[in-house]
């Protein structure tokens, strides 16, 4: 069977109403928190990706039982302190960096050697990052030569609470420090850039020890040693990052109008509803209502005529991390060019993002100015594409696979996009639901 995928038509006028699957930040949280808690914890809607299975993995073997089933997955935790494995264990976060990053803080205190290690794209990425302030606690992390995976962790029982100031804007650290706070006795302080903040919402919703004070630029967090975790029953709304490709087909495509129903619009992770506002997309945020500290919504896109470039101001990127891909091709239909600044994070990523970005947008014909953290995109509204387009050797990730096969279906040409399978680590529905819009009612 081919892994690719051939795409030599753009896609005909729709008017459909559809959901997108359960919000990949959320699931793992909610089995590492549910892993922790005391009984049941039952999740509806939870993403089952390979990210998310490899997160069920990890807690087996930590001791915990779950089971897991499309209508309901349930995880039966032991506690705060019931992990149960034998020494020298190998967890892999196979190509999640939140797995990885977070279940790190979560073993802060393990007594027992444990070795992470993760696919070929996560064994590239920056592991120092979250090493150095789990280290400040007590525990041992050794990385790899190159700050990276393979690691182990060696935690303490002696840990120390400490001040963090995380300031690239990554979740992951911050939600990293945040778990090995919990396990530490003392007051263990952050001061945290602005990023998505689904660990926060959910300590608070479980009543744990943590405050949190939001200023303007960062949010100032206070954690303390948790005793115990309530069991977590939890009905997953929607990924507005896999929403996010739809969102883009629908507005680079012909007299269309989409909704998406049941969208997590946690303020922290909309930065693309603003960037493609100021850029004259038309987007209605519709029915919204509060669910566990996050706000869901349906969010309605009608086709959008007259795309204008933008200077994009860099305090939405970390609100957009994932979006970037998706939000370059918008920059390529635009009128004028579009300035992306401060995005070295980018290249942090699956793949080095920034880089990919350039690469689809050149491909298709258009200029681009990359620099280290920077990228100015050339925009063309009446860009036409016929030549042939091959995508391939980009780390199987799976935003760079999703975000060509929109290319391909809203500027045409004739596409032939490799490693489908990349779709599974986050949304494998992506191309089931690529034909529900293409099929006319
Ligand atoms: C995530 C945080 C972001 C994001 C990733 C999911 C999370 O990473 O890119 O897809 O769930 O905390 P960083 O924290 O590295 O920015």
Redesign the pocket.
Known sequence: MTNSIEIKKKINKFNKKIRVSGD??LS?RWVLFSSLANGESKAKNLLLSEDVLAAFNAIRKLGIKSKINTKECVIYGKGIDGYKYNNKLTLDAKNS??LGRLILGLLINTPKLIKLIGDKSLSKRDFKRIADPLNKFGAKIKLNKQNNLPLTILGSQNLKPIRYIEN??????K?SVIFAGMRTNGTTIIKAKK??N?TELLSKHLSLPIKIKSKKNYDLIKIQKVKKIHNLNYDIPSDI?SAAFFIVLTALSKNSKLTITNVNINPTRTGIITILKKMGVKINIKNKRVYKGEIIANIQVISSNNIKAINCPPSLN?GA??EFLIIFLVAAKAKGISYFKNLE?LN??ESPRLAWGAKILNKMGIKTIVKKNSIKIYGNPNLKINKKIIIKDFLKDHRVFMSSVIAALTFGGSWTIHDKDSIKTSFPRFLNIINKIKKND
Do not use: L, N, Y
């Open positions: 990949k930040s793992i960096g939140t690239r804007g990554s979740a992951q650290c939600s990023s998505r689904h990052s970390s991390i994932d994070e942090q990523k």
